[in-house]
């Protein structure tokens, strides 16, 4: 199993869609940053502001992370986890 460290807090959860097709979101309290240890496995992308995450229950949820896109990917690329 590979893991990555990172500084983050979460955003959202994204819990699917209702009857009416309308995606069913929930807006996560305002948190400090705290460091997390991450399987990569679980991590569905990485935009410049969040990480989407693969959670139990059918959820996803977005945390945003200190740094930035490039410094995740040279970190994914030094382990051999990224292809470009």
Known sequence: MNY???????????????????LV???????DFVEKVIK????LSVTEDYIFIECPHDTVQT?????????IKRRLAAAGLLIE
Request: no cysteine.
């Open 4 to 22: 990555i460290s990172a500084r983050i807090r979460p955003d959202r959860v994204f819990h699917g869609y209702d009857a009416e097709r309308k």
């Open 25 to 31: 979101v929930d807006k996560m309290p305002a948190q």
């Open 63 to 71: 945390w945003e992370y200190e740094g930035d896109l490039a410094d």
């Open 40 to 43: 990569v496995d679980r991590i």
